[in-house]
């Protein structure tokens, strides 16, 4: 969906570094969140942020950390990446209140591999 | 035992069959039922959406929910190639809580 974008598209990344995800919509929804994805274990969520100010751990936030820059902007970081976050990583949005049930919207995803 | 279980399949249909596609759920106060379609190297998308249980028909697919059986389905009539996909189920409490998705059932289709 080209109204979320997010980058990189795909990442090579040694153990140990500091690795960034960024994403941006144009939807001009509230809440924002990051799922990763993984082959036998379907969808997960790491972090969700309700509107600036607001942000919550989802089922797996060890290892993550996020910062919402904007309404527009939420970014997941990997600290010292480790090869089991060899994954791939959603981003999504909702728009809660408007009569479109909190319909979340995803963006294209960043395929991660930690060497 | 997991929230939500989906069978991963692959499921393999010739083309114009009809296609089930199933999720069991554990926690009865789930009220919001929802049909993702993935397309390979896409982010999923909203196929279906439902409120607490009935049916809701859009074209070919049919979204059923039976929460006495705490089971929801998903039906694909007339199924075509460009069907192809993993689709996951999801769920939530009420609106504005977290959705919780299945693990997906990869789906072919052949012409």
């Known amino acids: 969906d080209a109204d979320v974008t997010q980058t990189p598209r795909n990442r090579i990344t040694k153990t140990g570094k500091r690795i960034m995800l960024e994403c941006s919509q144009t939807k001009g929804h509230d809440r924002m969140y990051w799922y990763r994805q993984d082959p036998g274990l379907g969808l997960r969520l790491i972090y969700y942020?309700?509107?600036?100010?607001?942000?919550n751990k989802g089922e797996i936030s060890d290892g993550y950390s996020v910062s919402r820059q904007a309404q527009a902007k939420f970014s997941l970081s990997l600290e010292s990446a480790i090869p089991n976050q060899t994954a791939l990583y959603f981003c999504?949005?909702?728009?809660?209140?408007?009569?479109?049930?909190?319909?979340?919207?995803f963006g294209p995803g960043t395929r991660l591999t930690v060497l | 035992q997991k929230e939500v279980e989906q069978d991963p399949g692959p499921l393999s249909v010739p083309e114009g069959a009809i296609v089930s596609l199933n999720c069991t759920y554990s926690n009865s106060a789930f009220q919001y039922f929802m049909w993702y379609r993935q397309y390979s190297r896409k982010g999923p998308e909203l196929l279906m959406y439902t409120y607490s249980s009935g049916n809701k028909e859009d074209g070919r697919f049919t979204a059923q929910v039976d929460k006495s059986s705490k089971y929801i389905s998903l039906f694909i009539r007339d199924s075509q190639p460009s069907d192809s996909a993993t689709y996951l189920c999801a769920m939530r409490l009420q609106a504005g809580t977290a959705l919780i998705f299945g693990k997906g059932t990869t789906l072919s289709v052949s012409s």
């Open positions: 999504a949005t909702s728009d809660y209140g408007t009569g479109d049930t909190d319909t979340q919207y």
């Open positions: 942020s309700f509107d600036v100010k607001d942000i």
